[in-house]
């Protein structure tokens, strides 16, 4: 299983950002994802999930900012982040929840005052 995350940089607060994931060796098209994030000195955070059946999960500190979405044509989930403040500044991380979890390696985001 291989992800492989993009789209991480440095933007200023109120921006934009999207990140994308793509994933291989799974069955992509039933598998739900989910994007996760770690600041440091912090516990990794569940940030938003999407189901086989496009149901969605947003944590609240993102709920209307964010959106999650899937092509699975392309075995690709993205994160689109509206608004961006400095508190979403962190490694934000792919993430394929099958009955093992199997992780991307990452991409960075920071989000100046």
């Known amino acids: 299983v291989q992800l492989v995350e993009s789209g991480g940089g440095l933007v200023q607060a109120g921006g934009s950002l999207r990140l994308s994931c793509a994933a291989s060796?799974?069955?992509?098209?039933?598998?739900?994802m989910g994007w996760y994030r770690q600041a440091p000195g912090k516990e990794r955070e569940l940030v938003a999930t999407i189901r086989s059946d496009i149901r969605t999960y947003y944590t609240d500190s993102v709920k209307d900012r964010f959106t999650i979405s899937r092509d699975n044509a392309k075995n690709t989930v993205y994160l689109e982040m509206n608004n961006l403040k400095p508190e979403d500044t962190a490694m934000y991380s792919c993430?394929?929840?099958?009955?093992?979890?199997?992780w991307g390696q990452g991409t960075q985001v920071t989000v100046s005052s």
């Open positions: 060796g799974i069955i992509f098209r039933v598998t739900t």
């Open positions: 993430a394929a929840i099958t009955g093992p979890v199997y």
